[in-house]
């Protein structure tokens, strides 16, 4: 469990590109928070800046009161983190079970161990000891997904990052992941965050969701109150979510 405090962070690229403007974001011991935004607005400019791969422009971001710009605690700061990315980044010439070993072995060094702990992870996150075996591109992609998830809890992280977590599966498969995702949350009691811009993921993952617009927070809230928050973009984006669901 972990607090994270984004204060005033900036990123601008090259000439000028100002992709984030100033984020401002307290993100509670525990919380499953959302964040939401079109396509192109910097939700994966600010999960990197999160995980240290990015340099702030300015401003800060503290997990437990420390920063990402302190270079001199960047390990302890980065082990603070586990991601589960879009496309799964699983190592296509490893088993499913050496991919999850490989995990575990970040911060256990003991090579039996760690077999056992893929093992336990695996059958936790719903595979069957059949897949353990195969390659990545022998296993569907909800199976991918869940291997992916147990690779990333494997290395014991205090803040958990998705990012689409369910982009690419179908709506059935898609909706197992997203119980899947909760329930683990849940029974881990970690930080986790997502970034999105399904509307229908954040309904359901979301103690409380950011909506963010042209490089700053819009509006933080319940997801229930997304629809009359009396925010513009806000109830912009919730009603062509809608729009879009209805006419799919
Ligand atoms: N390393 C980089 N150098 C320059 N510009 C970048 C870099 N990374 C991202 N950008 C720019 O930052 C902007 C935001 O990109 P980002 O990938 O964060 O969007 P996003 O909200 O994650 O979009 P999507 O929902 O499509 O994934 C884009 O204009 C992108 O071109
Ligand atoms: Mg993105």
Redesign the pocket.
């Known amino acids: 469990m972990s607090k994270i405090v984004f204060e005033n962070v900036c990123k601008v690229?090259?000439e000028n590109?100002k992709?984030l403007n100033g984020i401002n974001l307290n993100i509670e011991n525990g919380e499953s928070h959302i964040i939401l935004?079109?396509?192109?607005?910097?939700?994966?400019?600010?999960?990197?800046c999160l995980l240290g791969i990015?340099r702030l422009t300015s401003g800060n971001i503290t997990v437990d009161g420390l920063s990402v710009n302190d270079e001199s605690k960047r390990e302890e700061y980065v082990k603070k983190f586990s991601i589960l990315f879009?496309g799964n980044a699983l190592f296509d010439s490893m088993t499913i079970s050496e991919n999850v070993e490989f995990g575990a072995r970040q911060i256990n060094p003991d090579k039996k161990a760690c077999k056992e702990i893929a093992r336990q992870k695996l059958l936790a996150v719903g595979l069957e000891e059949r897949v353990f075996d195969l390659y990545p591109a022998e296993i569907s992609g909800g199976m991918q997904k869940r291997a992916a998830l147990a690779r990333a809890i494997s290395l014991e992280p205090e803040v958990l990052l998705f990012d689409?977590p369910i982009s690419g599966l179908d709506p059935i498969t898609g909706g197992i992941i997203c119980n899947l995702l909760k329930n683990t949350v849940q029974s881990l009691g970690i930080t986790a965050i997502t970034?999105t811009?399904d509307l229908k993921v954040a309904e359901f993952l979301a103690d409380r969701v950011s909506v963010?617009n042209k490089g700053i927070v819009e509006w933080i809230g319940l997801p229930n109150e997304m629809k009359n928050c009396g925010n513009e973009f806000a109830e912009h984006f919730y009603k062509a979510s809608n729009v879009i669901t209805k006419t799919a």
């Open positions: 690229f090259d590109l992709v935004g079109q396509s192109g607005c910097g939700k994966s400019v600010l999960m990197r990015l879009q689409e970034i811009h963010i």
